[in-house]
């Protein structure tokens, strides 16, 4: 979890290449929808561009339909999900249907103007998603990406008013997510301001504290 721009992505990625398990994000999986102009793309759509959340019943059974397949039967990562306390009771009773829990939940903390500027410099391939930063983290050859040599974009919800909207929709409508994790005793925060590596190194030492595998 974390603001728009907080680094999930950015972090999620490393957590998959360290663990292999299945990654689910929700913003992306709703970006190749639009893509690929299915119904629930076009439904999305006009949300995502004024910086809204998409509806709970959409993105819940987009993440169902993902959990109870065997390819995520030894764990997997989400990015961008549970957003709302209906989504994370829904993600709540769906895992215990099918006898699992939540190990953690990494909460990434960046204050929104470090969001921002993040945001406005950031640059997506359109191939892979794979994310760069024009200042942070450029790529080697400029508009292009350093894994496939496709054709970096800007997201269209990276417009600075859309950004400050999504900021807005997070502080009210995700935050109160933190104590409904914290009451279950499964939040982590990580400060999220610091260099990417050493973000990963801090989460890397907190999910080692953390007991694997809580089959309930
Ligand atoms: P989504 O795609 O999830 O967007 P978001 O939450 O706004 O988050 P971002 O992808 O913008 O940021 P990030 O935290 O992943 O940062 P990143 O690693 O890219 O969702 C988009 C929309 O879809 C939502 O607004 C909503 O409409 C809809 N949606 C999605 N899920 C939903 C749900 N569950 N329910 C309802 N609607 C839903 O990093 C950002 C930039 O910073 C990059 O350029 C990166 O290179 C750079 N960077 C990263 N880490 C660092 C660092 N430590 N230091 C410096 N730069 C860094």
Redesign the pocket.
Same mark, same amino acid.
């Given at each position: 979890m @974390?603001?728009?721009?907080?680094?999930?992505?950015?972090?999620?990625?490393l957590l998959q290449q360290d663990f292999d398990l299945p990654y689910f994000?929700? @913003?992306?999986?709703?970006?190749e929808e639009i893509k690929n102009e299915t119904e629930l793309g076009s439904k999305?759509k006009e949300?995502?561009?004024r910086?809204?959340?998409?509806?709970?019943e959409?993105?819940?059974d987009m993440?169902r339909e993902r959990l109870v397949v065997p390819e995520s039967a030894d764990g997997f990562i989400l990015?961008?999900? #549970?957003?709302?306390v209906v989504?994370a009771e829904a993600l709540e009773e769906l895992l215990i249907g099918i006898g699992r829990a939540v190990t953690a939940v990494v909460a990434?903390e960046?204050d929104d103007e470090?969001?921002v500027?993040?945001?406005s410099?950031?640059?997506?391939c359109v191939k892979s998603g794979h994310?760069?930063?024009?200042?942070?983290?450029p790529p080697k050859h400029e508009g292009r990406c350093d894994l496939d040599d496709s054709r970096l974009i800007i997201?269209d919800?990276?417009q600075l008013g859309?950004?400050r909207k999504?900021l807005e929709?997070?502080s009210k409508k995700?935050e109160p997510i933190f104590s409904f994790y914290e009451e279950r005793g499964v939040l982590l925060r990580v400060d @999220?301001?610091?260099? #990417?590596d050493?973000?990963h190194a801090h989460i890397r030492a907190l999910i080692a504290t953390v007991r694997f595998e809580e089959t309930v």
């Amino acid at each position: 979890m @974390g603001s728009p721009g907080a680094g999930k992505g950015t972090q999620a990625q490393l957590l998959q290449q360290d663990f292999d398990l299945p990654y689910f994000a929700t @913003g992306d999986i709703l970006r190749e929808e639009i893509k690929n102009e299915t119904e629930l793309g076009s439904k999305a759509k006009e949300y995502m561009d004024r910086g809204d959340l998409v509806s709970d019943e959409l993105v819940i059974d987009m993440i169902r339909e993902r959990l109870v397949v065997p390819e995520s039967a030894d764990g997997f990562i989400l990015d961008g999900f #549970p957003r709302t306390v209906v989504q994370a009771e829904a993600l709540e009773e769906l895992l215990i249907g099918i006898g699992r829990a939540v190990t953690a939940v990494v909460a990434l903390e960046v204050d929104d103007e470090e969001a921002v500027s993040r945001l406005s410099g950031r640059r997506v391939c359109v191939k892979s998603g794979h994310t760069f930063h024009i200042e942070f983290d450029p790529p080697k050859h400029e508009g292009r990406c350093d894994l496939d040599d496709s054709r970096l974009i800007i997201r269209d919800d990276d417009q600075l008013g859309t950004v400050r909207k999504r900021l807005e929709t997070y502080s009210k409508k995700t935050e109160p997510i933190f104590s409904f994790y914290e009451e279950r005793g499964v939040l982590l925060r990580v400060d @999220g301001s610091q260099q #990417p590596d050493q973000v990963h190194a801090h989460i890397r030492a907190l999910i080692a504290t953390v007991r694997f595998e809580e089959t309930v």
